[in-house]
């Protein structure tokens, strides 16, 4: 019999950002600010977002600022 493939998913999870997979751990952190490497952060490369307009990102920017 052949073995069945799992489809993989678009992102790894919260689970992969946390060092725990116990259940309590994840819903008592959901909502909540937590840090993480700047590499555990992937690109999604499904984004249909890939122009930005520049002048507009700056003035969201300048917005922000004020």
Not at 7 to 15: F, V
């Amino acid at each position: 019999m052949a073995k069945a493939t799992r489809k993989q998913a678009m992102g790894r999870g919260l689970s992969a950002l946390l060092p725990s997979n116990d259940e309590t751990t994840i819903k008592n952190l959901v909502g909540s600010i937590i840090d993480l490497e700047l590499d555990a952060i992937e690109i999604n490369p499904f984004q249909p977002r890939s122009h930005f307009n520049e002048e507009a990102l700056q003035e969201l920017a300048s917005s922000i600022k004020e």
